[in-house]
């Protein structure tokens, strides 16, 4: 095993007792990106020298015995949403194509303040509005297990460098599935907390938490540690509860996740939650998984909660999104937008304020039945995409089992109700499918419970490692390096 793809718990505790160097960690990450981009394109911006002199650093650190970040010496991989100083932030739009960042983030300064290196910027589609990782700027990002396939979206490019290796965290955000669906494509974990948990200074509409950034990693205990150093009080979001100067949240706890009873659990499962089109392959690997782990549960019923007119609701308050966040852009550049983001916003400006009125009832009556059916239930499982990977050519699944979609983002419904409830859900890799592609396994807790969700969820984890039909897939590394390079396919560049 390379050092790239030791877990970063294990990296941190090797750094820690000097038996792994940070230079040696970075130098084996950089290795692995220069061996496996080419051919799927996750990593779009990077400098590897300043990375180089950030190791060296973290090093010196480690050898004067000094006290350690969390992530301390830990490549990490950005998200192309957020700025890193001296590096472009496009957001995937030909509009940012030449813009450079001039500072961190305030997330991305945190996660330095704890050690991290940061290794580049991560693929995502146009302002982050898709399912698919494509765009005008950085061409398509390819999923690692086929490169015909589509890495999901819109964090695909943080859940493919996980996957191949090129890093052991990277950032991601979520609005409808963003951080969940692409790491169930990939085989990766990624977490989409309560709101508040995680700040989200930049969000335009900051009292609609739809968008929330959050870690994604390769296991559970990664995805835990780093959520412990995006953690901070941060009152530009109104979500994030500071009392008395005081933070609410103690991310302590997340560094080593208490242990979870598998036995306990009251354990609900859908494949639809009553309105989702799923793919039929999908609903019959979901049943294939449960029959291998289901019987641990000490109770298990097929159901789930209320979520009547839950497309609507999530349709109403997205284009309103888009629409308060990009309308100027559309209006100074309508040659220069994609497809996916105009439609958002030419949406959003037909609805009216009893439209969003209606929508907002609805998500308050969803969420007020979700927390009467989480009084007898502990966690909900069910897949995390409706889909198996689809070719990266195909714009956005116009179809499900023969049935037309409604939108580009309809096919990510087994994901946003849990994000119109307000709920942390974790993906968890489950193996493969009945294509023979990862398939991600969604565990819903109640709101507010993300520690317990996740020490939930690597309690699975650590079932699944015995199970060779449930522990993680493995990218075929001599696969992707010899595969041709992703941009000399027809294709590569285009708005999806």
């Known amino acids: 095993m390379s050092p790239c793809d030791l877990s970063a718990v294990t990296a941190r505790r090797l750094m820690a007792s000097k038996k792994l160097s940070a230079v040696e960690l970075t130098e084996s990450?950089?290795?692995?990106?220069?061996?496996v981009n080419p051919a799927v394109n996750p990593l779009v911006a990077s400098n590897f020298d300043a990375m180089r002199a950030e190791a060296q650093a973290a090093q010196r650190i480690i050898d004067r015995g000094e006290p350690l970040g969390v992530l301390h010496g830990l490549p990490l991989c950005v998200k192309d949403m957020v700025d890193v100083a001296g590096l472009p932030t496009t957001f995937g739009s030909e509009i940012y194509a030449d813009n450079i960042a001039r500072c961190d983030d305030p997330m991305v300064a945190q996660l330095r303040g704890e050690g991290a290196v940061v290794m580049g910027k991560t693929n995502n589609p146009e302002w982050s509005a898709g399912g698919n990782t494509r765009n005008a700027v950085y061409g398509v990002t390819a999923n690692p297990f086929d490169l015909t396939r589509s890495a999901a979206g819109s964090s695909g490019g943080s859940a493919v460098a996980l996957a191949c290796g090129i890093a052991p965290l990277a950032t991601g955000s979520d609005t409808g599935g963003s951080l969940r669906t692409p790491a169930a494509f990939n085989g990766v974990v990624g977490f989409r907390c309560t709101p508040g948990l995680v700040p989200g200074h930049g969000r335009p509409l900051g009292w609609l938490p739809m968008s929330l950034n959050g870690p994604m990693a390769r296991t559970v205990d990664d995805a835990a540690l780093m959520l412990s150093a995006m953690i901070r009080p941060d009152r530009r979001d109104p979500w994030v509860?500071?009392?008395?100067?005081?933070?609410?949240?103690?991310?302590?706890?997340?560094?080593?996740?208490?242990?979870?009873?598998?036995?306990?659990?009251?354990?609900?499962?859908?494949?639809?939650f009553g309105f989702t089109m799923t793919e039929e392959l999908v609903i019959a690997s979901f049943q294939d998984k449960l029959r291998?782990?289901?019987?641990?549960?000490?109770?298990?019923?097929?159901?789930?909660?209320?979520?009547?007119?839950?497309?609507?609701?999530?349709?109403?308050?997205?284009?309103?999104?888009?629409?308060?966040?990009?309308?100027?852009?559309?209006?100074?550049?309508?040659d220069k937008m994609g497809p996916n983001i105009t439609d958002n916003i030419r949406e959003g400006e037909s609805y009216s304020a009893l439209d969003v009125a209606r929508a907002l009832t609805n998500q308050t009556r969803l969420y007020r039945s979700w927390q009467c059916f989480f009084e007898d239930h502990d966690f909900i499982l069910a897949p995390t995409a409706t889909i198996s990977p689809r070719d990266w050519r195909e714009p956005y699944p116009a179809h499900i089992n023969g049935q037309p979609t409604q939108s580009y983002y309809h096919w990510l419904s087994m994901a946003y109700a849990a994000t119109l409830a307000g709920h942390p859900s974790v993906t968890l890799p489950a193996g493969r499918d009945r294509n023979g592609l990862p398939f991600g396994l969604q565990i819903i807790g109640r709101r507010g419970s993300d520690l317990r969700t996740l020490a939930f969820a690597r309690e699975l984890e650590m079932l699944f490692m015995d199970d060779p039909e449930l522990q993680r897939p493995q990218v075929d590394l001599t696969y992707l390096a010899?595969?041709?390079p992703i941009r000399q396919i027809e294709g590569f560049l285009g708005f999806a």
């Open 292 to 334: 291998r782990f289901g019987h641990v549960f000490g109770e298990v019923a097929e159901t789930h909660p209320d979520c009547a007119d839950a497309d609507d609701t999530f349709a109403v308050i997205r284009a309103l999104g888009f629409s308060g966040q990009h309308r100027d852009l559309l209006l100074r550049h309508p």
């Open 482 to 484: 010899r595969a041709r």
């Open 29 to 35: 990450c950089i290795a692995r990106a220069e061996a």
């Open 241 to 272: 509860p500071v009392i008395d100067e005081q933070p609410v949240h103690d991310p302590a706890p997340y560094r080593h996740l208490p242990h979870y009873d598998l036995c306990q659990a009251r354990i609900a499962v859908t494949h639809d």
